[in-house]
């Protein structure tokens, strides 16, 4: 079945590691994003990348590192930068470069520090 | 200041009443995306609907880009309607989705 698939589903991490979360979508989409939610509150942006190598910062990319070696492959890299890393992390991909298509979301990752 | 805002921030329904959510939006879009986010969270895609009505089942969704607001209707509500809805739109030129904080439904057997 064609979709966006992350893995972990859950990640503990102790504080001062760095840790990444895995993107992969067999949809040909151009375009990937990563997005960060707090309880109670809507998603926010943290990078995206509308080309193999090429990415660019979104509003909360303090913390955080990615790639884009191949066009099926997003990882999310949260470094021990990030002061408060514990959240949803939700990645998203939608087809060609433009902004007017339709995005599509992974099940997401729950990343909790101990 | 806010460029997407949902209202209302909660609501609470027995099973089988209608609702409507709102999205205001601050500029023009060229994408607007309505999703429910279920309780393991995921997001699932509801409409996209940049103009105009659309309608998949008991649920319908108009959105008047030149007034910029977006509905989202939800007849004979079920229980499992219950989750957070959300709306994302591309706002100007932007390049990515920026969500509002979304609806809260409860629907009450």
């Known amino acids: 079945d064609g979709g966006i698939t992350q893995s972990p589903k859950y990640l503990f991490r102790k504080e001062g590691q760095n840790v990444t979360l895995s993107c992969e979508q067999n949809l040909n989409h151009d375009a990937m994003y990563w997005y960060r939610q707090d309880p109670g509150q809507g998603l926010r942006l943290i990078y995206y990348?509308?080309?193999?190598?090429?990415?660019q910062k979104g509003d909360i990319a303090e913390g955080y590192s990615v790639s884009r070696e191949k066009k099926e492959s997003f990882p999310l890299t949260v470094t021990s930068a990030q002061k408060n890393p514990t959240a949803f992390y939700l990645c998203?991909?939608?087809?060609?470069?433009?902004?007017?298509?339709?995005?599509?979301f992974g099940q997401g990752t729950r990343l909790t520090v101990v | 200041g806010i460029q997407v805002e949902q209202s209302p921030p909660d609501l609470i329904l027995q099973e089988g009443a209608n609702s409507t959510l709102r999205c205001n939006f601050s500029d023009s879009v060229n994408n607007l995306q309505w999703f429910h986010q279920n309780p393991w969270g995921q997001l699932i895609n509801l409409f996209y609907i940049p103009s105009g009505t659309k309608q998949n089942g008991r649920l319908s969704a108009t959105t008047v880009a030149t007034e910029r607001y977006s509905l989202l209707y939800i007849s004979s509500s079920q229980t499992t309607d219950s989750g957070v809805y959300f709306c994302?739109?591309?706002?100007?030129?932007?390049?990515?989705?920026?969500f509002g904080s979304g609806t809260q439904l409860t629907v009450l057997p």
């Open positions: 998203a991909s939608r087809r060609g470069r433009q902004d007017s298509t339709e995005a599509f």
């Open positions: 994302a739109v591309n706002l100007g030129s932007a390049r990515q989705l920026t």
């Open positions: 990348s509308q080309i193999v190598n090429d990415f």
